[in-house]
C-alpha cells in the first residue's frame, strides 16, 4: 500500500495484494484501488486481466523457489505487452535471514522473455536499489 496512491493518481485502478489478513485490514482505502488477499503462489487475478505489475521489495523475502512462482503468475496474469516494474534491493552481499540480496541480473534472467532490464539505481542506507523494467510479449 505504499505507493498505491501515487499509482492511483495515473488513472488506472490499483490492486494491491498482501498474503497476511491482519495487514491487509491496514491497508488504506481509496478510490481507485483494491486489496486482496494472495501469495506469491497465487494472485487472485484473471489470465491476461493487468495492464502493468509493480512490485517494490518483494522477491528479496521469497526464496528462490517462490520466486519463480511469483514471476509465473505475475506472466500469467499480465495482458500482453503489459509493463513490469520491479524496485528491489540489490546490494552485494547475501543480506539478512529474513531478506535476500540478488543481483540485478537475477530479475533480468527471471523476466528474460519481458526484457527485463535495469533502468535506474540508487542508494538508500548505503544499501543499492534497483528498477527494473520490462514488457510482456505481445
Known amino acids: 500500500g505504499r505507493f498505491s496512491d501515487v499509482l492511483a493518481g495515473t488513472d488506472r485502478h490499483v ?3 498482501e498474503p497476511v489478513a491482519e495487514l491487509l485490514a491496514l491497508a488504506p482505502r481509496l ?3 483494491s486489496f486482496l488477499q494472495g501469495s506469491s503462489a497465487w494472485l487472485p487475478l484473471r489470465d491476461r486481466s ?3 505489475a509493480f512490485c ?3 522477491f528479496g523475502a521469497l526464496g528462490d523457489r517462490e ?8 506472466r500469467r496474469v499480465l495482458k500482453p505487452g503489459g509493463e513490469i516494474v520491479i524496485v528491489e534491493n540489490t546490494t552485494q552481499g547475501s ?3 529474513h531478506y535476500g540480496f ?3 541480473r537475477t530479475y533480468e534472467r527471471l523476466f528474460g522473455n519481458e526484457r527485463l532490464r535495469t533502468i535506474d539505481s540508487y542508494l538508500d542506507l548505503d ?3 534497483s528498477v527494473l523494467a520490462g514488457r510482456a510479449p505481445t
Open 56 to 58: 517494490c521489495l518483494i
Open 127 to 129: 544499501e543499492t536499489i
Open 95 to 97: 543480506g539478512s535471514a
Open 15 to 17: 490492486i494491491g495484494l
Open 31 to 33: 478510490s481507485r484501488s
Open 102 to 104: 540478488r543481483p540485478s
Open 67 to 74: 520466486i519463480e512462482c511469483a514471476a509465473n503468475e505475475i
Open 50 to 52: 493487468v495492464d502493468a
